[in-house]
């Protein structure tokens, strides 16, 4: 199950060696030196955490429920009772099941392709929530499926049989569009597709990860690539002089802007696009950059992306890397830089994952 596979290992016992496996990564891939120095950061509680949740809508003797696959022929794994999942999204799901269950929903079977539920997101990381039915034909049947409700985003998706996709094209049925999230003083919206954090507990100790090895000074420009909603180009901004803020998903770059000014931070400007893309477009457009962020999901930015970045002649940069390996794919795309100093976070404790902050400076 996600954010349980390690569950019984000693927490402390489980970030060692989880660092140990990331640096041996990091050192494979990239050759980074045994000897740079990391440290472990562990912001995530145990329990409770995990604020999103894809849950297939599966059968069970006492009705559909909507959990993980049964394996080893034990039943599913309501994820309404998993002690991973936020509060606020267990209560979610268990009221979503009830009334599925209540409406007599059945689940999606790939291999007869009858049924109508294939899987449901949930999101609730803040005061308002997400929820999107995925069917596997287009139907209205469930949109009244839960009361309309100020806090509530409602979306119906279709997956049709033979694709494996979370989300397609979710269709807004009710409540707000945005899900939102907190991070300190700052309220960040996020309109899908933009990335939503899973762990939003970890948030704070990851802006200030990504601060303490940038460090930026007061008269100094940040790009950062992979913006999303701003979650860091808030606290960036408000260090440095200005912030560029890049991410290839409009709706990301839109609520960031919102989120800046809904924040009061006015040195922050977002751009839609790939990075590769906008890093050409900036460097041609005379733009600065004397820190970068860069912030991944799993699949590295390339070659495309890291080799230009040496054209800003930027101090430092820091990379955000949810798999050790995309950042030491990145990392030997860019031999004009080294690893000097590692953070990492402990995001999702009851893995072997870690969020790696890399400080990366001029080789
Ligand atoms: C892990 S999310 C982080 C978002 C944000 N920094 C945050 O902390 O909330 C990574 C972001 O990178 C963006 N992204 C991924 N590949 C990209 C690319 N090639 N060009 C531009 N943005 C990209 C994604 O859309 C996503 O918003």
Redesign the pocket.
């Known amino acids: 199950m996600p954010g349980c596979a390690l569950r019984h290992l000693d927490d402390q016992a489980r970030r060692a060696w989880a660092a140990q496996q990331h640096r041996a990564t990091l050192s494979r891939l990239a050759g980074v030196d045994d000897a740079v120095p990391h440290a472990v950061v562990a912001p995530t509680p145990r329990d409770g955490y995990r604020a999103r949740a894809v849950a297939r809508a599966l059968p069970s003797e006492a009705g559909l429920v909507l959990g993980l696959g049964a394996r080893f022929g034990a039943p599913p794994v309501a994820l309404a009772e998993c002690p991973v999942q936020a509060a606020a999204t267990r209560t979610l799901l268990a009221q979503v099941q009830g009334a599925l269950r209540a409406r007599g929903v059945t689940p999606f079977d790939p291999t007869t392709e009858t049924g109508t539920l294939r899987h449901v997101v949930v999101e609730a990381a803040g005061p308002s929530r997400r929820l999107v039915l995925v069917t596997a034909t287009p139907t209205r049947a469930l949109d009244d499926l839960i009361g309309p409700a100020d806090d509530l985003g409602v979306f119906v998706d279709v997956v049709p049989p033979g694709r494996f996709d979370t989300l397609r094209r979710p269709r807004h049925v009710s409540g707000p569009r945005a899900a939102d999230f907190v991070v300190g003083a700052d309220r960040l919206e996020a309109t899908l597709p933009a ?1 939503l ?1 899973q762990a939003p507990a970890s948030l704070a100790a990851v802006r200030a990860g990504v601060l303490e090895l940038l460090a930026p000074r007061a008269d100094e420009g940040v790009l950062e ?5 701003g ?2 180009s808030l606290a960036l901004a408000r260090r440095a002089a200005t912030v560029v803020g ?4 409009r709706a ?1 770059v839109l609520d960031a802007a919102r989120n800046a000014a809904a924040a009061g931070v006015g040195n922050a400007s977002f751009r839609v696009g ?2 590769d893309h906008a890093v050409r477009r900036l460097l041609a457009g005379g733009q600065r950059a004397d820190v970068v962020v860069v ?3 799993r699949k590295p ?1 390339g070659a495309e992306v890291m080799r230009p970045l040496l054209a800003f002649s930027p101090r430092v940069v820091v990379y955000v890397a ?1 798999s050790p390996a995309g950042l030491a794919r990145d990392l030997a795309a860019a031999p004009w830089l080294r690893a000097d100093r590692l953070i990492f976070v402990d995001q999702i404790p009851g893995t072997g994952g870690l969020l790696t902050l890399a400080r990366l400076v001029p080789a």
Not at 246 to 249: C, K, T
Request: a negative charge; charged letters at 15%.
């Open positions: 990335w954090p690539l992979g913006c999303g909603v979650t860091l890049v991410d290839v998903e990301a790939r990075a912030h991944a999901m930015y949810p």
